[in-house]
């Protein structure tokens, strides 16, 4: 059975390194298992930086807390240097990745760095021989792998990662079922965002898979990210909500927001208030503590909260010192 474990992931978007910092250590003060950057390049013209640097980075700032990137694109990065690059990290880091890998969906940041975007379903076949050909380098000695996207012909690779027999791998999935079924098959578990009801659904799909694939259901991470919007008082609530949505309503893919980005504003932060809550983890300590339980109830074992930088070490605090110690 997997323990209720908390993390937090940041945005970096328009982030500097000393600010990520700073949430990184808050969090890892605050006893957090884990702290998230993500693997995008950009979505607006505002400085966005790298996640592999900035997680090496991190190491050294940090102790205990756990690493990552929410989720790492497979199509970035050949799988056999991934594999390579991740061993390192967990070497350097004392065993503390998180591996989270995912098929890729930006598709303007494809386009705009000179990547193939191939259409879905080519993109999960690629992380399913990715997965299988990272997993054979973290635990074989000469490993070799023929796939219709990716070789590897006896490729060494020392270190091997400190966790065994290797770091977990969770798959960041969306809505398709054949990859959930390769989170089932191949992986530790899944990441997904959206309401409980979604999630609860996607449990119960996974959950299948993996009984088909000889693995218990409840040993495996079920991990969702979500959106936290928090304070002690409730009228500040959608003040939060609002400048929280600023940036996202540039940039959403609601078509509303194209022609009128305050229109999609509003539909946004309709869709996080605290009464009527369909995204996010949204309200008073006592509202979150609720909405965390549903979650819950879902099947959920991993809360991830992401928030843009508004108000982000005091969200954390609070979620820490009046939500978390609910679920101990």
Same mark, same amino acid.
């Given at each position: 059975?997997?323990?209720?474990?908390?993390?937090?992931?940041?945005?970096?978007?328009?982030?500097?390194?000393?600010?990520?910092?700073?949430?990184?250590?808050?969090?890892?003060?605050?006893?957090? +298992?884990?702290?998230?950057?993500?693997?995008?390049?950009?979505?607006?013209?505002?400085?966005?930086?790298?996640?592999?640097?900035?997680?090496?980075?991190?190491?050294?700032?940090?102790?205990?807390?756990?690493?990552?990137?929410?989720?790492?694109?497979?199509?970035?990065?050949?799988?056999?240097?991934?594999?390579?690059?991740?061993?390192?990290?967990?070497?350097?880091?004392?065993?503390?990745?998180?591996?989270?890998?995912?098929?890729?969906?930006?598709?303007?940041?494809?386009?705009?760095?000179?990547?193939?975007?191939?259409?879905?379903?080519?993109?999960?076949?690629?992380?399913?021989?990715?997965?299988?050909?990272?997993?054979?380098?973290?635990?074989?000695?000469?490993?070799?792998?023929?796939?219709?996207?990716?070789?590897?012909?006896?490729?060494?690779?020392?270190?091997?990662?400190?966790?065994?027999?290797?770091?977990?791998?969770?798959?960041?999935?969306?809505?398709?079922?054949?990859?959930?079924?390769?989170?089932?098959?191949?992986?530790?578990?899944?990441?997904?965002?959206? +309401?409980?009801?979604?999630?609860?659904?996607?449990?119960?799909?996974?959950?299948?898979?993996?009984?088909?694939?000889?693995?218990?259901?409840?040993?495996?991470?079920?991990?969702?990210?979500?959106?936290?919007?928090?304070? &002690?008082?409730?009228?500040?609530?959608?003040?939060?909500?609002?400048?929280?949505?600023?940036?996202?309503?540039?940039? +959403?893919?609601?078509?509303?927001?194209?022609?009128?980005?305050?229109?999609?504003?509003?539909?946004?932060?309709?869709?996080? +208030?605290?009464?009527?809550?369909?995204?996010?983890?949204?309200?008073?300590?006592? &509202?979150?503590?609720?909405?965390?339980?549903?979650?819950?109830?879902?099947?959920?074992?991993?809360?991830?909260?992401?928030?843009?930088?508004?108000?982000?070490? &005091?969200?954390?605090?609070?979620?820490?010192?009046?939500?978390?110690?609910?679920?101990?």
């Amino acid at each position: 059975m997997q323990k209720l474990k908390f993390g937090v992931e940041l945005p970096q978007g328009g982030q500097s390194f000393k600010e990520i910092q700073s949430l990184a250590n808050k969090a890892e003060e605050l006893e957090y +298992s884990s702290f998230f950057v993500n693997d995008h390049f950009f979505f607006s013209n505002e400085p966005y930086l790298e996640c592999w640097t900035v997680l090496s980075s991190l190491i050294s700032t940090t102790e205990k807390i756990r690493l990552g990137a929410l989720v790492i694109c497979n199509s970035y990065r050949d799988p056999a240097l991934l594999a390579k690059m991740a061993s390192t990290f967990d070497n350097l880091s004392g065993g503390r990745l998180e591996f989270c890998i995912g098929a890729g969906w930006h598709d303007k940041e494809y386009r705009a760095y000179g990547y193939p975007f191939p259409k879905p379903n080519i993109r999960v076949s690629q992380l399913e021989e990715a997965v299988q050909i990272i997993k054979a380098m973290w635990t074989k000695e000469k490993p070799q792998y023929k796939g219709k996207h990716y070789w590897i012909n006896k490729a060494i690779s020392y270190p091997k990662p400190v966790q065994k027999p290797h770091p977990p791998i969770t798959i960041g999935v969306g809505h398709g079922k054949r990859i959930l079924r390769l989170a089932a098959e191949h992986g530790n578990g899944f990441n997904k965002s959206g +309401s409980p009801e979604e999630y609860a659904e996607t449990v119960k799909r996974f959950d299948t898979y993996c009984m088909k694939a000889n693995k218990n259901p409840s040993t495996m991470l079920k991990s969702v990210q979500t959106l936290l919007v928090i304070d &002690q008082d409730s009228s500040k609530v959608a003040k939060i909500a609002k400048q929280n949505l600023k940036k996202k309503a540039s940039y +959403s893919n609601i078509k509303s927001a194209l022609k009128n980005p305050g229109t999609a504003l509003k539909y946004l932060s309709s869709m996080i +208030s605290p009464s009527n809550s369909t995204i996010g983890i949204v309200g008073t300590p006592d &509202q979150c503590i609720r909405r965390v339980q549903k979650y819950l109830d879902a099947g959920a074992n991993y809360i991830i909260l992401t928030m843009p930088s508004v108000n982000a070490e &005091q969200s954390i605090e609070l979620f820490a010192k009046d939500v978390i110690p609910s679920f101990n």
